[in-house]
Each structure stands twice: as structure tokens, then as C-alpha cells.
């Protein structure tokens, strides 16, 4: 991703943190303005050395559209804490923590950026239900998503 222009925050988003039986995960949270969720929410995973920042872009864009939509900080990424066992940091570990907080969030579609599609993917909501789910280099180009 590029480096983002501001980290101030857009209209609509809100730091925030999501607790999960996995331990808590920074997120910022962006909702319509109009405050009515029309649309399923979507979760936005940061690419290995991102942050949750790396989207600040297209949040508030994404939320225009009548959903909720959380970008998060992985473990160990920025405003979330690390773990000390290395084994925390394997594919299906941070997997184990995307599904955690998809169960938390409710969050229906996914969009992962990188690394993060990759860890993503196998825990996408797509694969239990009809919701798209998008891996993609550039986050803005996943369909389904933008009204």
C-alpha cells in the first residue's frame, strides 16, 4: 500500500478495539452517516508489515455504501499487541484470530490485502454462505464492495 497521505481520521471512523476469546484487536470502525446499516458489514485485514491505517483511504467510502466496516491491526501490528511464542505468528494462528473476529464483528464480507487476503481466505464468510469474499493486491479493486 502507499503510504497514506493523513492518519487523521474521516467523518464516520472511530478507533475502537474488538475483544475476542483470542485477546483484543485494534480496529477503527466506519459507519454510514446516515447511521443505518443497509448492507452486511465487511472486515479489511492489513497486508504482514501493514496496519489497519493502510486502508484510512477507503473507509469512510466503503461505509457510504450502508455498511459497517472494520479495518483491523493483526496480531502483533501496530496498536495490537504481540504475542512472545512465535507459534502465534503461523498462517493458521492468525487465521484462528481472523475467524475470532469475524465471529465478533459479524462481518460478512472480507477483503484481505497481501498477506493478509492470504491468511484470510480460508476463513472468508464466503465459504459458509453466499457473501463474496476478495483477496486482493489493491483493496479498492475488490468488487462487490463499493455501491
Known amino acids: 500500500m502507499s503510504t497514506p497521505t493523513s492518519l487523521d481520521l ?3 471512523v472511530r478507533r475502537t478495539t474488538i475483544h475476542t476469546g483470542r485477546g483484543p484487536f485494534a480496529a477503527l470502525e466506519a459507519t454510514p452517516a446516515s447511521g443505518v446499516c443497509e448492507r452486511e458489514a465487511a472486515l479489511l485485514v492489513p497486508g504482514y508489515t501493514g496496519s489497519k491505517e493502510d ?5 469512510d467510502l466503503l461505509a457510504d455504501g450502508s455498511r459497517q ?5 493483526m496480531r502483533g501490528q501496530f496498536e495490537t499487541r504481540g504475542a512472545d511464542d512465535p507459534d502465534a505468528y503461523s498462517a493458521s494462528a492468525l487465521g484462528a484470530d481472523i475467524a475470532a473476529i469475524i ?3 459479524g462481518a460478512r464480507h472480507l477483503v484481505g490485502h497481501s498477506y493478509g487476503g492470504l491468511i ?3 476463513y472468508s464468510p464466503a465459504r459458509t454462505s453466499p457473501a463474496p469474499a476478495t483477496s ?3 483493496p479498492v479493486a475488490a468488487s462487490g464492495l463499493l455501491p
Open 120 to 122: 484470510a481466505r480460508p
Open 69 to 73: 466496516v472494520v479495518a483491523i491491526d
Open 136 to 138: 486482493a493486491p489493491d
Open 103 to 105: 465471529h465478533a464483528t
Open 10 to 12: 474521516p467523518d464516520g
Open 55 to 59: 486502508f484510512l483511504a477507503i473507509l
